[in-house]
């Protein structure tokens, strides 16, 4: 068994993880002197494959969450009490001011500020309303994915959970980003958004990705798990 100060340090270097590699890719593709631009599904692979190899290599530690969204699904069945999930909430939050002050210190000012530092977006004909929805049902699955083979003893996938899991983060974000961002995690716009200063509708990436959630752990648990 891990100890609590272990299991926040695997979470903070898998959030750390997650937003250099998901907002760097974001950065990459727009930078000009780049001949292979990463494009829509290539940020989005990026993104699911760091998940992926995050949860494989530390997930046995912390339970690979690097994701408020994630956490807060543990917390609704019982899984975390308040305390450790507010301790969690704090270095995955730590961890992705981290990556995205120490990207700000290496690209070119004119490279991040052009997209914010990989802030997510809104599309400009998107409301706030429709972005909670996309956010919260993109992550919705995202965490039940998390429940049904990391979660669930009697997965025949929980071997290869981590993979699971970043395939559909990777999904989700594909789907999401022309509108939202695709964060699909409040830590992955709140990191880059401080470091950037900007905090356009970011309570929609708190709102969607939360009740997300907090709706896919209990319904996991109230439905398909098994009761001692």
Known sequence: MYNLVQKLTAELLGTFALIFFGAGAV??????????????????????????????????????????AITIGFWV?????????????????????????????????DTWRAVALGTPMFAHDFTRLSGMILEGVTTFFLVLTVFATSVDERSFFRPVAGFAIGVSLALG???????????????????????????????VYWVGPLAGGF??????????????
């Open 173 to 203: 974000s594909l789907v999401a980003s022309p509108f939202t961002g695709g964060a699909l995690n409040p830590a992955r716009a709140f990191g880059p958004a401080l470091a950037s200063s900007h905090w356009q509708n970011w309570g």
């Open 77 to 109: 069945t019982k899984r975390l009490n308040t305390v450790d999930t507010i301790a969690y909430w704090v270095v995955q939050l730590a961890g992705a001011s981290a990556a995205a002050f120490l990207l700000k210190s290496i690209i070119p000012d």
């Open 215 to 228: 709706l896919a752990g209990f319904l996991y648990d109230s439905l398909f798990l098994k009761k001692a």
């Open 27 to 68: 950065c990459v593709d727009w930078y000009p002197h780049s001949s292979n631009a990463l494009g829509l599904f290539g940020i989005s692979l990026v993104y699911g494959l760091t998940m992926a190899i995050m949860v494989s290599a530390l997930g046995h530690i912390s339970g690979g969450h690097f994701n408020p």
